[in-house]
């Protein structure tokens, strides 16, 4: 079993940001460390969890997890496997902002077992990241890197965004030139979406800004993926290219349906066909864990269709496919003849051309 555990505190909202967090100038990591500790507790006496003896990977994501007090994050990783123990050498993420990153804690986290750190970069360029909202400066990005390796984090991933309006003039090939000139193990890649009641989207609908153009993005896509895989790395994901052995394990676990588990606030867990997610709001699940109410705010089961369109859909975003004979033979020769997919030892993997389609196409497979 996966466990992820959702962190929510950030220093302030960035333009585009849409996640469960809450904005705190000072982190409340014991108490957020409690209730963790005995949400788990409560799921460790649960049927749910009698099959699972131990943990495959943890993933602290956000929010900002980095914002937690290091020797709180330790005594919280003790709590979690002392419960249920994790695999030996198994991996352990910590999401971090690059402005918090020192030598005292990058080395507390390796200390508490944290192996791997997802950073958020999103871009090199200072007038990219004042209009994002960042915190972090884009000199800021090198030290942190070299800081976590000097801890003994070797294992880093690097997040960036693309598809950014016109008016920024950002420059896209200097931004991946950065970033592998930093030579991460690992690199995540996201078109910037516009989600409502963000500031992105009051910019747009007042026409202070326009959002980039879908032939942007996928230009920008495309660039990606040919630089990428020049410098070495395997696209095995929409989202996520890695050195070969770098994968993530905990990512791969959701696109391969494996069994996880969720903490905190806003977090999602699933489990065969169940699956259910936290109260969103961080007062509202710290209210509900020291109150001993439940904190699962919904669940559902899903039937045979909904399984089979989300097998397609997981399935089509990494480079493993799906069989091929889950998608009619006359969809597959068009798809190859147009350069989307291709058929390798019985299964159909879509090429990037593929994955800039995935929805549309995941739909006309779907409804065949
Ligand atoms: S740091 Fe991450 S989670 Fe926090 S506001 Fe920015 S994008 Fe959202």
């Given at each position: 079993?996966?466990?992820?555990?959702?962190?929510?505190?950030?220093?302030?909202?960035?333009?585009?940001?849409?996640?469960?967090?809450?904005?705190?100038?000072?982190?409340?990591?014991?108490?957020?460390?409690?209730?963790?500790?005995?949400?788990?507790?409560?799921?460790?006496?649960?049927?749910?969890?009698?099959?699972?003896?131990?943990?495959?990977?943890?993933?602290?994501?956000?929010?900002?997890?980095?914002?937690?007090?290091?020797?709180?994050?330790?005594?919280?990783?003790?709590?979690?496997?002392?419960?249920?123990?994790?695999?030996?050498?198994?991996?352990?993420?910590?999401?971090?902002?690059?402005?918090?990153?020192?030598?005292?804690?990058?080395?507390?986290?390796?200390?508490?077992?944290?192996?791997?750190?997802?950073?958020?970069?999103?871009?090199?360029?200072?007038?990219?990241?004042?209009?994002?909202?960042?915190?972090?400066?884009?000199?800021?990005?090198?030290?942190?890197?070299?800081?976590?390796?000097?801890?003994?984090?070797?294992?880093?991933?690097?997040?960036?965004?693309?598809?950014?309006?016109?008016?920024?003039?950002?420059?896209?090939?200097?931004?991946?030139?950065?970033?592998?000139?930093?030579?991460?193990?690992?690199?995540?890649?996201?078109?910037?979406?516009?989600?409502?009641?963000?500031?992105?989207?009051?910019?747009?609908?007042?026409?202070?800004?326009?959002?980039?153009?879908?032939?942007?993005?996928?230009?920008?896509?495309?660039?990606?993926?040919?630089?990428?895989?020049?410098?070495?790395?395997?696209?095995?994901?929409?989202?996520?290219?890695g050195r070969?052995?770098?994968?993530?394990?905990?990512?791969?676990?959701?696109?391969?349906?494996?069994?996880?588990?969720?903490?905190g606030p806003?977090?999602?867990?699933?489990?065969?066909?169940?699956?259910?997610?936290?109260?969103?709001?961080?007062?509202?699940?710290?209210?509900?864990?020291?109150?001993?109410?439940?904190?699962?705010?919904?669940?559902?089961?899903?039937?045979?269709?909904?399984?089979?369109?989300?097998?397609?859909?997981?399935?089509?975003?990494?480079?493993?496919?799906?069989?091929?004979?889950?998608?009619?033979?006359?969809?597959?020769?068009?798809?190859?003849?147009?350069?989307?997919?291709?058929?390798?030892?019985?299964?159909?993997?879509?090429?990037?051309?593929?994955?800039?389609?995935?929805?549309?196409?995941?739909?006309?497979?779907?409804?065949?």
């Amino acid at each position: 079993m996966h466990l992820y555990v959702h962190v929510p505190f950030c220093a302030r909202r960035c333009s585009y940001c849409d996640f469960a967090i809450a904005v705190r100038r000072e982190v409340p990591s014991a108490a957020f460390r409690e209730g963790i500790l005995q949400e788990w507790s409560r799921w460790l006496v649960d049927d749910r969890l009698a099959g699972f003896p131990a943990l495959s990977t943890i993933y602290f994501g956000g929010g900002t997890p980095s914002r937690l007090q290091s020797s709180e994050l330790s005594r919280l990783i003790e709590g979690l496997v002392t419960a249920r123990p994790i695999v030996a050498g198994a991996e352990v993420t910590l999401e971090a902002n690059p402005e918090d990153v020192t030598p005292e804690s990058a080395a507390g986290w390796r200390l508490a077992g944290v192996n791997r750190v997802s950073l958020g970069v999103q871009s090199f360029e200072p007038g990219v990241l004042a209009w994002m909202h960042r915190t972090h400066t884009a000199d800021q990005v090198g030290p942190a890197v070299a800081m976590l390796r000097d801890a003994g984090i070797t294992n880093l991933s690097l997040d960036l965004i693309y598809g950014l309006p016109r008016h920024l003039a950002r420059d896209w090939p200097r931004d991946l030139d950065q970033a592998l000139a930093l030579q991460p193990a690992h690199l995540s890649l996201y078109a910037l979406t516009v989600e409502p009641w963000t500031p992105l989207a009051r910019w747009i609908d007042r026409g202070a800004t326009i959002a980039a153009s879908d032939e942007t993005e996928a230009s920008e896509f495309l660039v990606a993926h040919d630089r990428l895989t020049d410098a070495g790395y395997r696209h095995y994901e929409v989202s996520n290219y890695g050195r070969p052995g770098a994968e993530a394990v905990h990512n791969r676990a959701y696109w391969f349906r494996r069994p996880y588990l969720g903490l905190g606030p806003s977090a999602h867990s699933a489990m065969g066909s169940r699956r259910w997610w936290n109260v969103r709001d961080w007062e509202a699940w710290r209210q509900a864990i020291a109150t001993g109410q439940s904190s699962v705010a919904g669940e559902e089961q899903l039937d045979g269709d909904t399984r089979a369109l989300e097998d397609l859909y997981l399935g089509l975003r990494t480079d493993q496919g799906v069989p091929a004979a889950s998608v009619p033979a006359a969809i597959q020769t068009a798809w190859v003849r147009q350069g989307w997919a291709e058929v390798r030892t019985e299964r159909l993997v879509l090429l990037p051309e593929g994955w800039l389609r995935l929805d549309a196409l995941v739909a006309q497979a779907s409804a065949a």
